[in-house]
């Protein structure tokens, strides 16, 4: 693995190979779930546009062509009025931006929880490779080897936890 100047995603790439199968299922559910993030974010985006238009212009909704070819549907709903159309849309703005951050909530701790014991898993194994080198090279090496591979462990982790959530932003703006 070349670290001087890693193409990008190759870090993630190489990390993922290293994986476990329960770590690999854990984070394509994890992609699974940043990806619902990225779609109720875009939905977010839209109910929040629809309300400021309507709160800017309450009369544009009996105009408006979409309202009009939803109103069939809409009938069993007690809306006859734009202000209690103002007040549908709110009451959706509401629930869609709870929803939006209830989702998010989940994933930022998923993505840390992945991370830590991601890094852990790599710590193990860091610690394993040390304790099954032989005593002689231990003692002819500096004792900052094992201190940068405890180091390079906690690294790791931040690398993961940064690294996922630009994730989740990138699928947030390839959606939108």
């Excluded at 994986?19 to 394509?28: M, P, V």
């Excluded at 940043?34 to 309450?58: D, G, Y």
């Excluded at 014991?117 to 090496?141: C, P």
Aim: proline share 3%.
């Amino acid at each position: 693995m070349h670290l001087i100047n890693p193409k990008p995603f190759q870090i993630f790439k190489e990390t993922y190979y290293h994986l476990t199968h329960k770590h690999r299922r854990q984070f394509s559910m994890l992609i699974a779930a940043m990806i619902c993030l990225a779609a109720f974010e875009s939905l977010t985006v839209i109910v929040i546009s629809a309300f400021l238009a309507v709160v800017a212009n309450p009369g544009a909704i009996q105009s408006n062509r979409l309202v009009t070819m939803l109103k069939p549907h809409m009938s069993a709903l007690p809306i006859e009025t734009s202000e209690q159309m103002v007040l549908a849309i709110s009451l959706l703005v509401i629930l869609v931006v709870a929803i939006q951050t209830t989702i998010r909530f989940f994933v930022i701790n998923a993505c840390n929880i992945f991370a830590g014991r991601t890094a852990n898993h790599f710590g193990k194994k860091v610690l394993q490779g040390y304790m099954d080198i032989s005593f002689e090279w231990l003692l002819s090496q500096s004792s900052a080897d094992l201190m940068t591979g405890i180091v390079w462990r906690k690294q790791t982790g931040n690398m993961l936890r940064s690294g996922l959530k630009l994730l989740v932003d990138v699928f947030i703006v390839l959606l939108m």
